[in-house]
């Protein structure tokens, strides 16, 4: 037997997985536990732009009422669920004159200290009540739009301190009040986002997933070719 046959024989071997591969297990793991993380928690400066307070000013309210998020949660959500489904909506095909529909109220909608959104409210139209969004708005000019708003936003509005009459659930005749009413669908609770922000920091969880996933597949076939290599040497 040669001296190169007999080192090869005899050469003793390392205890346990070789350090790259163990740093690289930790590495892969600790980056997957991040991006999950982020994934599930867009918590932070990600949220920034979360409607987090409104006010309401109009008929019969000497000053404005305001409701916050923090301290008022379930009120604020329904609140804010009469207006957020209006968002980048085009609006119903209706253009009622504002001095026919009774009292308007102002909702506006403030992400940390800056207003939003605005809407004018006409929760005792006759036929139902009514939305406008104005086309200036807080963040510059929109579209303007006229909406038949949810039955429910009388009851919202007079839950935050609206001091709104209680019409009759019929008339005379005994037709319903409220016949043309229209009750949005709404899918979820939670605070919609009226800002692109939102969108443009999707897009780019998305495209850092793109590029992050395809990293994580070749150095781990880096890290398997290396261990059978060196598993193949000490043969």
Do not use: C
């Not at 009226?194 to 070749?218: E, F, H, N, Q």
């Amino acid at each position: 037997m040669t001296r190169l046959q007999f080192a090869r024989f005899h050469r003793p071997r390392r205890a346990g997985q070789p350090w790259f591969t163990r740093l690289l297990a930790l590495w892969v793991a600790a980056m997957l536990a991040t991006i999950g993380f982020i994934a599930a928690h867009p918590g932070g400066a990600w949220a920034a732009d979360q409607p987090n307070s409104l006010t309401i000013r109009g008929t019969g309210l000497a000053k404005p009422i305001s409701i916050r998020a923090a301290g008022q949660q379930d009120l604020f959500n329904a609140l804010l669920r009469q207006v957020s489904w209006m968002v980048g909506q085009p609006g119903d095909p209706i253009n009622p004159d504002p001095s026919k529909l009774g009292p308007q109220y102002t909702l506006t909608v403030y992400v940390g200290s800056a207003a939003a959104q605005l809407y004018e409210l006409y929760p005792q139209a006759p036929g139902g009540p009514r939305a406008h969004r104005p086309a200036n708005q807080p963040n510059g000019a929109t579209s303007e739009a006229w909406f038949y708003a949810s039955v429910a936003m009388p009851d919202a509005l007079a839950a935050a301190g609206v001091p709104l009459p209680q019409p009759s659930a019929s008339r005379a005749d005994g037709m319903l009040e409220d016949p043309a009413g229209f009750v949005p669908v709404v899918t979820t609770t939670a605070a919609l986002s009226l800002g692109l922000g939102t969108a443009s920091r999707d897009i780019g969880r998305t495209v850092m997933l793109w590029m992050v996933t395809p990293l994580l597949i070749l150095l781990m076939l880096f890290a398997a070719a290396r261990r059978s290599r060196r598993r193949y040497a000490r043969r």
